[in-house]
Every structure is written in C-alpha cells, then in structure tokens.
C-alpha cells in the first residue's frame, strides 16, 4: 500500500553523506558478547533469575540485564570509526522471542536497545558534530522462512504466515522508532517474502506512527552457489525489493570477504540505489571461531572500495573493533561508490532475473 507519511530528513541528510564519503557501518554484536562468555545467570540478572526457561544465548535480552555491556561493546565501535551504530535486536521480534517464551517482551527489548544506541550515538556526535553517528534499528529474519517448508516429509507445510510475520515487525519498528533509530535496517535476508513482511510492516509502522525512516535491506548468500537460501542469485534478490525503494541494499553475513566479493561486485553493477555490505572475518573454523585478522580482511574491503563498489561497509560475524578501525583508516580518503544510471526496463524474478526492455 502506498505511504504517504513524511519522510524524517534523516533521510536527506544519510544520502548526501553517502554522497561525499564510505560510511562505515560497525561490527560484530554475537561475536563480542560471545567472547564475554557469559553464563546462565549472567542472561537472567535478578529481574529473571526465576525464568521458567534456560535463556542463555538469548543475547538481545542483555540490553535489559547487562545494559552496561551493550553499551561498552557500540562504545567500541564508535571509537574505531563507526558512523552506523546497529540496536542490539536481531532476535527481538515477537516470533524470535517465542523460543524463550519472551514474546511480550518484544517490544520492551526493541525499545530500551534502541535507547542505548541512541545515547552512545549523541555521545560522540557531540564531541565530533561534523562527524554525526546514527543508530540503525535492526530487524532480523527471525528462525522461521515464509518459502520453505521446515518439514522434509510435507513440503507444503510453513510454521509462519506472512501477516505473523508483518504483526511481529511492525511492533518491533514502532519500538525502534520511539528509542531513537535514524534508519531501520532489514537484515541477513535468507527468505525475500520474509524481507517483504519485513518491509511491509515497516510500511505499516510508518504510517502509525505519522513519519518514515530511511530503510536499509542486507540479504545473504548464503554458500558458494551464489544464491539465497530461498534460491534467488543476487541480481533476482535486488529485483524483488527494488520497488521498496531503500536507501540502500546490501548484503551481509554467511561468507568471508574473498568468497563474497563476485556477489558485491554484481550488486554494484544493477543496484540504482546505494550499496552496502558487511561480511563475516572468513568462514568459522571447527570450533566457530573466525579467524580473519583485521589487517587481511581490510585489504579486502579497501579494494572493494577503490574498485568503486561500496556506499556502505562493515563487519558481521567475527568482526571486532580492530576490524572496522582497520576498515574506517584504510578507506578515509577513497571516495564512495558513484550511482548508475541503468537503462529503463522491466525488472522480475523468480530465481533468477528477468529484464525486460
């Protein structure tokens, strides 16, 4: 349905920065919390230390026990160069909390990380305005897929619908859009529809709430076939959800930068819009850990970006403040990644593009 609410100048103001420079997008929040090895009473605090539940590893909910943490780990970020700060919430919706019997604390969690984001942000800024931070609201896929039946015996079967889908994200971005957020940015995109639940409910959370926000949209290739779990290569992934309109699209997660690298090549080459990327520090080892060093991994990056690739960069799983320092040096000075004008032509996928003039 069409959106008639007023855009925040949010959204002027992101694009002419993207205009003159490479954002720098931060990194890793699992990976980090992850290297605090936290146990079981460290996730419960004393406001959940009688939880029906084991809800360790349910890491957004530290914004709510371990603010202090969450804090420190974007305080981290900020410090190395990063002008993208991401809310601590990929698992935060409504169907993701389901697996800790969390559901009604959706909203809160969106709330409260958006909040911290938001004051470390404005900390910053307000030592270096010419150098403004942003907080984007993430919204992550959830654990369930709208395309893929979960069952091998019943491939018609799907355990969620589209309109749970677009209830839970429409929830959490009212949420992220009261904590403070610039920009909502849906993420690690395996499914489209779910990517166009997610932006459908954005839509809707815009026009409850009376104003929009600039949208990022990140899918992810998910293996060396170059394709969406769902099937799609990049190109059909970017025709799905050009119509959305974001201000950037992206891709993110799954592989390291080498393996990568085609894919953002070829996003680069169709994308009318800006582009953003943030990869994994390689592939995880046997014991899930990345080994990527900073320094190898920049190498990467800093080419994508002379090459004229990127609008927008960071780091996902395995990436640690030292990374996206070592992004943010090696790219100062290279200028962003020009948008092109593309011949006019009738865009369609199924799982493969199909371009039409």
Known sequence: ???????????????????????????????????????????????????HVLIKG???????????????????????????????????????????DMASLSREINLESAKLARAICDEFT????????????????????CSISPDVNDP?????????????????????????????????????????????????????????????????IT????????????????????????????LNCALGPDLLRQYVEELSRVCETFTSVHPNAGLPNEFGEYDLEAGDMATEIIDWGKSGFINIVGGCCGTTPAHIRAFAKGLAGVKPRQLPELEVRMRLSGLEACNLN
């Not at 970020?77 to 697996?99: P, Q, V, Y």
């Not at 920009?183 to 529809?193: K, V």
């Open 1 to 51: 349905m069409p959106n008639n609410a007023p855009t925040n100048n949010k959204q002027a103001e992101i694009s002419a920065a993207l205009k003159k420079r490479i954002l720098i997008l931060d990194g890793a929040m699992g990976t980090m919390i992850q290297d605090h090895k936290l146990e079981e009473e460290d996730y419960r605090g004393e406001r959940f230390k009688d939880w």
């Open 58 to 100: 349910n890491n957004d909910l530290l914004s709510l026990t371990k603010p202090n943490l969450i804090t420190d780990i974007h305080r981290g970020f900020l410090s190395a160069g990063a002008d993208i700060i991401e809310t601590n919430t990929f698992n935060s919706t409504t169907i993701s909390m389901e697996d800790y």
């Open 126 to 145: 307000a030592k270096t305005p010419e150098k403004p931070r942003y907080v984007a609201g993430v919204l992550g896929p959830t654990s369930k897929t």
């Open 156 to 220: 018609g079967y799907r355990n969620v619908t589209f309109d749970k889908l677009v209830t839970a994200y429409i929830e959490s971005t009212l949420a992220l859009m009261e904590g403070g957020a610039d920009l909502i940015l849906i993420e690690t995109i395996f499914d489209t529809l779910n990517a166009k639940a997610a932006s459908f409910g954005v839509e809707e959370a815009f026009e409850q709430a009376g104003r929009k926000l600039p949208v990022m949209i990140s899918g992810t």
């Open 223 to 250: 293996d060396a076939s170059g394709r969406t779990l769902s099937g799609q290569t990049t190109e059909a992934f970017y025709n799905s959800i050009r119509h959305i309109k974001p201000i950037s699209i992206g």
